[in-house]
């Protein structure tokens, strides 16, 4: 599971270690993504989200946001993809690195030469961690991510809270799914704190534009 969510939520930076990054995930047609990142969101946030969505050299804008949150499919491995919308504070702090891993990517660049890359702009103070509580909503049905043997698989809905350097044993949890919560990148800038979505609750939106 620890690997799972690190590659689902840690922005292609210290899961991916190891691995050649010059593979770029499959592109999507703009409508079909833009669907798909709104999805991510409730129904009272996506009709004013900000939408990215990539390209060959990486993730281009093609809406500005209305209410401060940012909706952008996530590719933290080729295979993978993982619809999100976070709010302000993650729009500020979370959003650049995931624009910039896309780009180092694209470029060739090499996952651990992304995954230092990553670490050096965390110490220099060119990424930084959530300054304050905050949301990023992952809501969609179509999350696709790695278990723990690297084999492709899916993810319910769940919603993540911002939760810098914090580990599973300070949040009183196993660090499984079967948690009512959990620590995901536990330790890291990017940690968060994973709530799964009730079984049958359907929060999401629906690709409103």
């Known amino acids: 599971?620890?690997?799972?969510?690190?590659?689902?939520?840690?922005?292609?930076?210290?899961?991916?270690?190891?691995?050649?990054?010059?593979?770029?995930?499959?592109?999507?047609?703009?409508?079909?993504?833009?669907v798909l990142a709104l999805s991510s969101c409730p129904s009272s946030i996506a009709g004013g989200a900000a939408v990215y969505v990539l390209e060959q050299h990486g993730y281009l804008k093609v809406r500005d946001s209305k209410?401060?949150?940012?909706?952008?499919?996530?590719?933290?491995?080729?295979?993978?993809?993982?619809?999100?919308?976070?709010?302000?504070?993650?729009?500020?702090?979370?959003l650049p690195r995931i624009l910039k891993v896309a780009e180092l990517r694209a470029a060739g660049r090499t996952a651990e030469e992304i995954a230092r890359f990553v670490s050096d702009a965390y110490v220099k103070g060119t990424f930084q961690p959530p300054a304050r509580f905050g949301v990023d909503y992952m809501l969609s049905t179509?999350?696709?991510?790695?278990?723990?043997?690297?084999?492709?698989?899916?993810?319910?809905?769940?919603?993540?809270?911002?939760?810098?350097?914090?580990?599973?044993?300070q949040l009183g949890s196993d660090g499984t799914p079967a948690s009512p919560a959990f620590v995901a990148g536990e330790g890291t800038p990017q940690a968060l704190i994973i709530v799964p979505v009730p079984t049958g609750a359907n929060h999401a939106g629906h690709g409103g534009k």
């Open 1 to 34: 599971m620890a690997r799972m969510h690190v590659c689902l939520i840690g922005g292609g930076i210290v899961a991916a270690a190891g691995l050649v990054a010059a593979q770029q995930p499959s592109l999507m047609e703009r409508n079909k993504e833009t």
């Open 67 to 94: 209410n401060g949150f940012t909706a952008i499919v996530q590719h933290t491995q080729p295979t993978t993809q993982e619809p999100q919308c976070m709010d302000a504070e993650g729009t500020r702090t979370v």
């Open 142 to 169: 179509e999350n696709i991510t790695l278990d723990q043997n690297g084999n492709v698989t899916t993810f319910p809905p769940h919603v993540m809270f911002y939760g810098p350097y914090l580990t599973n044993a």
